[in-house]
């Protein structure tokens, strides 16, 4: 089975910075594209970042400027580097890859989600 494990999140300041990191692991056999989301209190899952198996990228427009992500291929991570946070960065934040895995076609998979909360 494949399983996406978040960490990095917490409380901090706004203005201050933090950096996500999931990494995937089971039966994998690739992975395309990688990507982050994060979903606030009474709003939809929103896409926030997401770059794919040849490094291409695309940011949500709330975090051009502030958030970067990137990945490590041969340790099958993803991260996000998160700068200048606002209050409305709140949310709580997951991973999401899409993997081709030994014991089943490509699919989604979802992290369990870790919380960001910036203080103003």
């Known amino acids: 089975q494949v399983q996406l494990v978040e960490s990095g999140g917490g409380l901090v300041q706004a203005g201050g910075s933090l950096r996500l990191s999931c990494v995937a692991s089971?039966?994998?056999?690739?992975?395309?594209?990688m990507a982050w989301y994060r979903q606030a209190p009474g709003s939809q899952r929103e896409s926030v970042a997401a770059?794919?198996?040849?490094?291409?990228?695309d940011y949500a427009d709330a975090v051009k400027g502030r958030f970067t992500i990137s990945r490590d291929n041969a340790k099958n991570t993803v991260y996000l580097q998160m700068n200048s946070l606002k209050p409305e960065d709140t949310a709580v934040y997951y991973c999401?890859?899409?993997?081709?895995?030994?014991?089943?076609?490509?699919?989604?998979?979802w992290g369990q989600g870790t919380q960001v909360t910036v203080s103003s």
């Open positions: 999401n890859a899409a993997i081709l895995s030994r014991f089943s076609d490509r699919r989604n998979y």
């Open positions: 770059i794919t198996n040849r490094g291409e990228i």
């Open positions: 089971g039966s994998i056999l690739s992975i395309n594209s």
